[in-house]
């Protein structure tokens, strides 16, 4: 969507007005060293499934300089590529 939230303050005032449950998250896999991690998972909100890609940048103090998320709906793959992919 191209959404940008600009501070702390913003990100938790949208988390805590969100309408319903917390989704359900999975973690698939965490790759990252030093200032730099990267996270795969999924969000679950009651069957309405999404795929996460979050990408984090440390300060050299630990703290949190930017978070950048994608999400993509789950789908199926097209006829064509549906043969390699696997079950």
């Not at 969000?43 to 994608?70: F, I, K, Q, S």
């Not at 993509?72 to 079950?87: I, M, Q, S």
């Amino acid at each position: 969507s191209g959404e940008r939230i600009g501070s702390r303050e913003r990100m938790r005032a949208m988390q805590e007005s969100f309408p319903g449950p917390p989704p359900a998250i999975t973690l698939r896999r965490v790759t990252g060293a030093g200032r730099f991690w990267f996270v795969e998972g999924t969000n679950d909100y009651g069957g309405d499934v999404w795929h996460v890609a979050l990408a984090l940048e440390l300060a050299p103090d630990g703290r949190m300089l930017r978070d950048t998320r994608y999400y993509a709906k789950a789908l199926d793959p097209p006829e064509w590529r549906a043969a390699f992919v696997d079950p």
